[in-house]
């Protein structure tokens, strides 16, 4: 099954691109996973363990698998609109114009990032967002920023008053039984590193984003940790069974719901 694919994923080993490689390749019918190669090269090999269990920082998938899914569940409820401005929200944000739909699709003209900001205190994190400029209109280009999401994390938290990682275990995680994911942290037994740094040594099993790791979790653009095993469940719940059970409504299947055999290699 695509073997194409698995060919290239298994040179990407072979020529020594990245140490090693856990994957799942899913149709209506069949779902295969295969790990292989090493969890790091620095400071010494280490052999990533054959099983869908090792535990990777997310990074910025978080915005996908938890921020994104818990605007479309509170926009369900409907605690706001997404053409609805952010400063109705968050009064400490000074832009009128932008709006929660520009956030989320990276159309508000918020800067990449803010170069020469220190962040070295949990308050720091939530300075940099709100001391950050526009530097174009709103809607006018479209450009990958982390403050855009950052923004969304404090956004859920004003929408409900709990914290945004409670939010995200209570309504999304524990729904699809994704038991091996966490924020933050993981056991870094189970964890893959992300780098070797002269600051922080070898990071496993603590979130490698700065502002993340400053700010000690709740926040909207990273921090999340998860095995294939429990991407799997969210996989599943888009592609075959409608959303479900993340949202009311079955909005995003692509295929009929199907029982499919389980492979691995």
Do not use: C
């Amino acid at each position: 099954m695509f073997e194409q694919t698995t060919t290239l994923l298994h040179n990407l080993v072979s020529e020594k691109t990245v140490p090693g490689v856990s994957f799942a390749i899913l149709t209506p019918t069949e779902t295969r996973t295969s790990v292989f190669g090493d969890k790091a090269w620095l400071p010494e090999k280490t052999p990533l363990l054959a099983t869908s269990s090792n535990l990777y920082d997310l990074a910025s998938l978080t915005k996908v698998l938890a921020t994104t899914i818990r605007l479309v569940q509170l926009h369900e409820k409907a605690l706001f609109d997404w053409n609805d401005a952010v400063i109705n929200y968050l009064p400490d944000f000074k832009y009128e114009a932008i709006t929660i739909l520009d956030l989320v699709t990276h159309a508000s003209g918020l800067p990449k990032s803010l170069p020469g900001f220190v962040i070295e205190e949990p308050d720091d994190v939530r300075a940099y967002v709100y001391s950050a400029k526009q530097v174009k209109p709103a809607k006018t280009f479209v450009e990958y920023s982390d403050l855009n999401f950052l923004l969304l994390g404090y956004l859920i938290e004003a929408l409900v008053p709990e914290n945004f990682e409670s939010q995200i275990e209570k309504n999304i995680l524990s729904p699809l039984g994704a038991r091996q994911t966490s924020f933050y942290s993981a056991d870094p037994k189970k964890a893959v590193p992300t780098e070797l740094t002269d600051k922080r040594g070898l990071i496993t099993g603590i979130v490698h984003d700065h502002k993340a790791f400053i700010a000690h979790g709740n926040t909207g653009h990273a921090g999340l940790f998860a095995p294939l095993e429990d991407l799997l469940l969210f996989a599943n719940a888009f592609l075959f069974d409608g959303g479900a059970p993340l949202f009311f409504e079955a909005k995003f299947s692509l295929y009929p719901k199907k029982l499919y055999a389980s492979t691995k290699s």
